[in-house]
């Protein structure tokens, strides 16, 4: 393989077919198991790859080098090997910037509420601590010593302003579930929720029927490819392309 995604479950993975209409060549959809898992990354075998669930802070051991917003995030969803050498990278930083620009979702001054603390989340909470958010809760189903539980936030927290989710609740094919009831949390302004498929989860339908923000992680998943592209070829791709990427790859879904 020279170019490809590995992670554990790919089966509903878009990745393929973005990253063919950015770049010439075949992108291959690589599901790796735990033990799989280690002997891929020994072997180095390919010439760059993405990392996702649940391998992004898992392949940092194997790593000879990682970029300062890797370094600063903690986890790695891109990966370059030179001449044996692997570099990791975080493009989900700027996949989610680009998503937070572009649908003028105020983050500073904010209190926003992260939902999960996985691999995803940890690019995400860099983001929001770039927009200056005024507080930042976390909130997981593990007591990992940083997060919340869910009741503590139904407790002391629904006066957010911002939700983001970067937990799976509510990805295909549980898409009845949402992690959060939004009519908790009455000064709500903004949601947005880094799961994909559905393109329209329960929760981010839930916020737009209440006339709040609604952004879904499509948007975030063609960015944060387009910037792998560049690393992976060394090239520059016009921001142009993510929206044009973005508006062919949701027909899929219509």
Request: proline letters at 4%.
């Amino acid at each position: 393989m020279d170019y490809g995604l590995i992670g554990e479950k790919l089966g509903h993975s878009l990745s393929k077919p973005i990253h063919e209409s950015l770049a010439d060549y075949t992108y291959d959809i690589h599901p790796l198991t735990k033990d799989e898992f280690k002997e891929f990354m020994e072997e180095k075998a390919f010439q760059a790859i993405n990392v996702t669930i649940p391998y992004k802070k898992d392949v940092i051991p194997y790593l000879d080098s990682m970029d300062d917003n890797a370094k600063a995030i903690g986890a790695v969803n891109t990966i370059v090997n030179n001449n044996g050498k692997l570099k990791g990278y975080n493009t989900d930083f700027s996949g989610f910037d680009y998503m937070v620009e572009r649908h003028g979702v105020e983050l500073k001054d904010k209190k926003v509420v992260v939902l999960g603390n996985g691999g995803a989340a940890q690019a995400i909470k860099a983001v929001v601590k770039k927009h200056e958010a005024k507080e930042m809760i976390v909130v997981d189903v593990v007591d990992d010593g940083e997060s919340i539980t869910y009741e503590e936030c139904f407790e002391k927290h629904t006066d957010a302003d911002v939700i983001i989710n970067t937990s799976p609740i509510g990805m295909y094919p549980k898409v009845d579930a949402s992690p959060v009831d939004l009519t908790k949390f009455p000064n709500c302004q903004a949601v947005m929720d880094v799961v994909y498929n559905p393109i329209t989860t329960k929760l981010v339908a839930q916020a737009r029927d209440l006339g709040m923000i609604g952004v879904t992680g499509l948007e975030m998943l063609v960015a944060q490819a387009k910037y792998a592209v560049e690393i992976f070829l060394d090239v520059e791709i016009d921001d142009s392309r993510i929206n044009e990427i973005y508006e062919e790859v949701k027909k899929d879904f219509l």
